[in-house]
């Protein structure tokens, strides 16, 4: 059996309170592995799972779609460049790549139905001068159109029809926006957050932010931001600044992921170990949950279980009420990206080392997982 489905589980049963702490003993059984696939391409995405297919980018311009059960490829399509996670909605996988490129693939054959390309130059020195090496990120579906964010500073609206143009939306540089409800959250380096009806364009709201920086995400009649250490939450409705909470570890980069019940998610990142729940409606640290490394992304498993990937190579669970951690998984690789639950399965991409290769080779594993978490 593979080394990776044969390590066991630890359980890290950490207290409640704020404090943190953890104790762990090991646990009779592992996870079982049921496939996995290796590629050189070493940043593989999460996989969006639909129809009994996990769709990911499994090279620089190439999408192809793994049963669900046995990873077996189940078509394979080469585009210009996708690489950024896909999102797929009414049967159609909508992908963004390194220049600019968005796509619209058929996931039933794989068929490619459009491809659009915005040549926005890159203005930075070396050999990406001149070329439009900006990457893109799909958004969502609105009136006819698949909105795409993209680090040259626009929100493009491209026809589902035809695969061209219908709009384009400038907003401040970077990947900062989401897509909820028929409007985006941008935020701006001129310290102003901006809410954007998706369907006219126009702005419905603006106001001063925080320092936080990161994306927002909004969950039920709130916008949420947080970074260099500080949580931050707005009403979707005209802005106002409804809360703001710092955290006592000051990390310099986080992240809100997810909601759970009364508690947001928020994860530490880079220079804090720690998964923290906050109050959605008040702010207050409701938990907070040591793990081992710096959790990088996480994806909820069930109604309470939070599955909190580390650089570590660790994926701790979580019960996402209380902040117990319930156990932590050694991967023996470096967890990048976000797991992703579905099918009774947790889809772990990942890098491992090889040699001779900087960044490694990309894996994607899949594993059984334990109905009693």
Same mark, same amino acid.
């Given at each position: 059996?593979?080394?990776?489905?044969?390590?066991?589980?630890?359980?890290?049963?950490?207290?409640?309170?704020?404090?943190?702490?953890?104790?762990?003993?090991?646990?009779?059984?592992?996870?079982?592995?049921?496939?996995?696939?290796?590629?050189?391409?070493?940043?593989?995405?999460?996989?969006?799972?639909?129809?009994?297919?996990?769709?990911?980018?499994?090279?620089?311009?190439? %999408?192809?779609?793994?049963?669900?059960?046995?990873?077996?490829?189940?078509?394979?399509?080469?585009?210009?460049?996708?690489?950024?996670?896909?999102?797929?909605?009414?049967?159609?996988?909508?992908?963004?790549?390194?220049?600019?490129?968005?796509?619209?693939?058929?996931?039933?054959?794989?068929?490619?139905?459009?491809?659009?390309?915005?040549?926005?130059?890159?203005?930075?020195?070396?050999?990406?001068?001149?070329?439009?090496?900006?990457?893109?990120?799909?958004?969502?579906?609105?009136?006819?159109?698949?909105?795409?964010?993209?680090?040259?500073?626009?929100?493009?609206?491209?026809?589902?029809?035809?695969?061209?143009?219908?709009?384009?939306?400038?907003?401040?540089?970077?990947?900062?926006?989401?897509?909820?409800?028929?409007?985006?959250?941008?935020?701006?380096?001129?310290?102003?957050?901006?809410?954007?009806?998706?369907?006219?364009?126009?702005? %419905?709201?603006?106001?001063?932010?925080?320092?936080?920086?990161?994306?927002?995400? =909004?969950?039920?009649?709130?916008?949420?931001?947080?970074?260099?250490?500080?949580?931050?939450?707005?009403?979707?409705?005209?802005?106002?600044?409804?809360?703001?909470?710092?955290?006592?570890?000051?990390?310099?980069?986080?992240?809100?992921?997810?909601?759970?019940?009364?508690? /947001?998610?928020?994860?530490?990142?880079?220079?804090?170990?720690?998964?923290?729940?906050?109050?959605?409606?008040?702010?207050?640290? /409701?938990?907070?949950?040591?793990?081992?490394?710096?959790?990088?992304?996480?994806?909820?498993?069930?109604?309470?279980? %939070?599955?909190?990937?580390?650089?570590?190579?660790?994926?701790?669970?979580?019960?996402? =009420?209380?902040?117990?951690?319930?156990?932590?998984?050694?991967?023996?690789?470096?967890?990048?990206?976000?797991?992703?639950?579905?099918?009774?399965?947790?889809?772990?991409?990942?890098?491992?080392?090889?040699?001779?290769?900087?960044?490694?080779?990309?894996?994607?594993?899949?594993?059984?997982?334990?109905?009693?978490?």
């Amino acid at each position: 059996m593979n080394r990776i489905a044969v390590l066991a589980w630890v359980l890290a049963f950490a207290s409640a309170n704020q404090a943190g702490a953890r104790a762990a003993t090991p646990e009779a059984e592992p996870w079982k592995e049921v496939w996995k696939i290796t590629t050189d391409w070493p940043w593989l995405r999460s996989p969006a799972v639909t129809d009994g297919k996990a769709i990911v980018g499994t090279g620089h311009d190439v %999408l192809t779609a793994l049963e669900l059960n046995t990873g077996e490829v189940v078509w394979a399509t080469k585009v210009r460049s996708a690489f950024q996670g896909a999102i797929v909605i009414d049967g159609v996988a909508y992908i963004g790549g390194s220049d600019n490129d968005m796509h619209a693939v058929n996931v039933r054959d794989g068929k490619l139905l459009w491809s659009y390309q915005a040549f926005t130059p890159w203005e930075g020195d070396g050999f990406m001068k001149g070329r439009p090496s900006h990457g893109v990120k799909a958004l969502g579906v609105e009136e006819g159109c698949a909105l795409f964010s993209s680090s040259d500073g626009n929100v493009y609206g491209i026809s589902l029809a035809d695969g061209k143009k219908a709009w384009q939306l400038g907003s401040p540089p970077g990947w900062s926006r989401c897509l909820s409800g028929g409007v985006l959250y941008l935020l701006g380096k001129d310290d102003k957050v901006f809410a954007v009806d998706a369907r006219t364009r126009g702005t %419905l709201w603006a106001k001063e932010r925080t320092t936080v920086h990161r994306f927002p995400y =909004r969950f039920g009649g709130a916008v949420f931001m947080a970074g260099e250490g500080r949580v931050a939450a707005l009403s979707a409705r005209d802005g106002t600044q409804l809360w703001v909470t710092d955290t006592p570890r000051k990390a310099r980069m986080m992240a809100p992921l997810q909601a759970v019940g009364d508690a /947001l998610i928020v994860l530490g990142e880079w220079d804090d170990d720690t998964v923290y729940g906050l109050h959605r409606e008040t702010g207050k640290i /409701l938990w907070q949950a040591r793990v081992t490394g710096y959790p990088r992304s996480s994806a909820l498993w069930g109604e309470d279980k %939070l599955l909190a990937s580390t650089n570590a190579g660790m994926v701790s669970a979580i019960n996402a =009420r209380t902040g117990h951690v319930l156990a932590e998984r050694p991967l023996g690789v470096t967890g990048m990206e976000a797991p992703t639950v579905a099918g009774g399965l947790i889809l772990v991409p990942s890098q491992e080392p090889v040699e001779g290769k900087p960044h490694g080779r990309g894996v994607l594993t899949a594993y059984r997982l334990d109905a009693g978490g």
